[in-house]
């Protein structure tokens, strides 16, 4: 597998940790690494060493040390022979990782569809327009389409549901590229979004939450279609 990270150097973006003094320090690592993984710029199966981290963010081998196991406590570092590498997740694991997305943003549409305050809806409506605009670029459309579906946990202000949904979009990180990468899938959801918002516009919680599951699983098609379909 590719290495990028060596003779001390990080992907770009991942910026020193210096001359940052608070005590959260490991918290800090673990941010950066995390943010890396999501980007794309730790590829899976990359190695990830310990040393090369610590000198390029300008902290001990201690804070790296903790933010390595928690990264490897969530499942997105594992052991490999020669030391840590960003897990690949299998065609199994990535059905199993959709299949519990779906239900997670189908609850959040069906409460926002009960909670969201008028403004919220706004605000969803809003980045929708955003997303259509950015047709073309799948990296811009992927940060908006999460800053949408963020949108959508906010509105349904259930916490504990908003932590389990955070902790899903960690494992959701060693996916490769976006989905919207795929031919006709951006333009697919720009529909997709207009019906789940209105649904919650109108407090159609059932309609909702079905939108929502539905719309999920044909980025699950996607996705596999990407990494799987090779015809």
Do not use: C, W
Not at 73 to 100: C, D
Not at 163 to 187: I, K, M, V
């Amino acid at each position: 597998m590719a290495e990028r990270a060596r003779s001390g150097d990080l992907p770009p973006g991942v910026a020193s940790l210096a001359a940052d003094n608070r005590p959260s320090r490991a918290n800090l690592v673990f941010q950066s690494l995390l943010t890396a993984i999501q980007d794309g710029r730790y590829a899976g199966g990359e190695r990830i060493r310990e040393e090369e981290i610590a000198r390029s963010l300008g902290v001990s081998r201690t804070p790296v040390r903790e933010a390595l196991f928690r990264l490897q406590s969530r499942g997105l570092l594992e052991i490999a022979p020669g030391g840590l590498i960003v897990a690949q997740l299998t065609r199994p694991q990535i059905i199993e990782l959709y299949a519990m997305r779906e239900i997670l943003e189908g609850s959040a549409a069906r409460f926002a569809a009960q909670h969201a305050a008028p403004s919220e809806i706004a605000s969803l409506r809003h980045i929708a327009r955003k997303f259509e605009q950015e047709l073309g670029d799948a990296a811009k459309l992927a940060r908006i389409n999460r800053e949408l579906h963020e949108g959508i946990y906010e509105a349904a202000h259930n916490r504990f549901l908003l932590r389990t949904l955070n902790e899903l979009h960690d494992s959701l990180a060693l996916l490769p590229s976006t989905t919207f990468a795929y031919a006709g899938r951006a333009e697919t959801a720009i529909g997709e979004h207009a019906g789940i918002i209105t649904a919650i516009e109108k407090r159609n919680a059932d309609r909702a939450e079905r939108l929502a599951r539905e719309h999920i699983r044909q980025a699950q098609e996607a996705r596999l279609a990407m990494m799987f379909d090779k015809s």
